[in-house]
């Protein structure tokens, strides 16, 4: 059984700065995928930020430039720097591991003032 918890999330002002984590443990094997995701109230699910079993990363456009996802020395820890923050990134942000559509952690809440 895989377990994914994320940490980090809180209130904070427009422009501001948070660090996001995700601890994945349980029956894993190697170096899987990591990648975030977000949900605003009202909206779907959306793609945040992504690294591979290699090291390599992609992000939507939407935080390019402000936001930058990377791994722990465990490499089954996974970080979002969030830099720059705006009223629209506002959501609940959940961490995935693998790609796969069932492996979620329970999300944290990340609230942005204007």
């Known amino acids: 059984q895989v377990q994914l918890v994320e940490s980090g999330g809180g209130l904070v002002q427009s422009g501001g700065s948070l660090r996001l984590s995700c601890a994945a443990s349980g029956d894993i094997f190697g170096i899987p995928a990591m990648a975030w995701y977000r949900q605003a109230p009202g909206k779907q699910r959306e793609f945040v930020a992504r690294?591979?079993?290699?090291?390599?990363?992609t992000y939507a456009d939407s935080v390019k430039g402000r936001f930058t996802i990377s791994r722990g020395n465990a490499k089954r820890t996974v970080y979002l720097q969030m830099n720059s923050l705006k009223p629209e990134d506002t959501a609940v942000y959940y961490c995935n591991l693998g790609d796969s559509s069932t492996l979620w952690g329970q999300g944290t809440q990340v609230t942005v003032s204007s």
């Open positions: 690294i591979s079993s290699m090291g390599s990363t």
